[in-house]
């Protein structure tokens, strides 16, 4: 996890020493709730006779309606369907498109409203600077959170719990685990960062299963991260409103839009997410 998340955290994590312990903890940690997830999983899809090679590859797969929609339907569970084991590049590039702008459009017009009412962002430098630190903001994080994060959380632990288990569970079980594995290795700073960690999992898992694709959630999460290391770390731009009013524009407001965006716009034109039966979760 990014420092940058919380400035709370950075006394809990100053000290390389302090910061490896942490990391090996943290790492220790998921691991071992992923090996005993996975063995879970395993020895019920034994007595199913279900294969397991289908939960590994399910991080970037379009699975069908959740089990209890294919209950629902009459269908067994070793007869649901899959529309593809994985997207191809195009679809992936879509879908990743589609979860960066999920971001960067509500977080633009928060902020246009935040400079309209005297709380403008500030560019520092000339704009090629900017762009600069942007692009190299952005392939770090892509790199170093948002696909790994995504892969483990949204991808291979969604993936596992929904063989088993409807799809709102494996939202609610990937976003405990995100949270805690982001705990682990930061230490508890608060209960707003707990709520922080708990909603953005939430929000992830949800992009994911109504998208039908990891990939969405690795574009709004990369976004995400960029835009706030560049608004609340980087010197070339600065925000003269409050903390909380960035984290309004941040994280508050594309959040929330995108969830009712995908939740209106994907059941509704599943050709977009080059989807075939995939439904929002159950209620």
Avoid: K, N
């Avoid at 409203?113 to 500030?122: K, N, R, S």
């Avoid at 692009?135 to 949204?154: K, N, T």
């Avoid at 059941?267 to 209620?283: C, N, Q, V, W, Y």
Wanted: some cysteine; aromatic content about 8%.
């Amino acid at each position: 996890m990014d420092s940058t998340r919380s400035r709370a955290g950075d006394a809990a994590t100053s000290g390389p020493a302090s910061g490896v312990i942490r990391i090996a903890i943290a790492s220790a940690t998921l691991t071992a709730g992923l090996a005993l997830l996975t063995q879970v999983v395993a020895v019920s899809r034994a007595r199913s006779g279900r294969s397991w090679r289908a939960a590994w590859v399910a991080y970037c797969s379009r699975p069908s309606s959740s089990p209890s929609s294919a209950a629902s339907r009459g269908g067994s569970t070793g007869a649901r369907r899959r529309t593809s084991a994985s997207p191809g590049p195009a679809a992936a590039a879509w879908t990743f498109s589609a979860g960066l702008l999920t971001w960067l459009l509500p977080a633009a017009a928060a902020f246009a409203i935040l400079g309209l009412a005297g709380a403008p962002l500030t560019l520092h430098g000339s704009a090629g600077d900017a762009i600069a630190i942007s692009a190299l903001l952005f392939g770090a994080v892509l790199l170093s959170e948002a696909v790994p994060e995504e892969i483990v959380f949204r991808g291979y632990v969604i993936g596992v719990v929904r063989e088993r288990l409807p799809a709102w569970w494996s939202i609610v079980v990937q976003a405990a685990l995100f949270t805690g594995f982001a705990v682990v290795l930061r230490g508890f700073t608060g209960i707003a960062d707990l709520s922080m960690f708990l909603g953005m999992g939430g929000a992830l898992g949800y992009l994911r299963i109504v998208s039908g694709s990891v990939w969405t959630a690795v574009g709004f999460h990369a976004a995400f991260q960029t835009g706030s290391q560049l608004v609340l770390t980087q010197e070339v731009v600065s925000f003269s409103g409050s903390p909380a009013s960035a984290m309004l524009a941040l994280g508050a407001v594309p959040f929330a839009t995108g969830v009712i965006a995908f939740s209106l716009l994907a059941p509704a034109r599943p050709s977009l997410f080059h989807r075939d039966a995939d439904r929002a979760p159950e209620r």
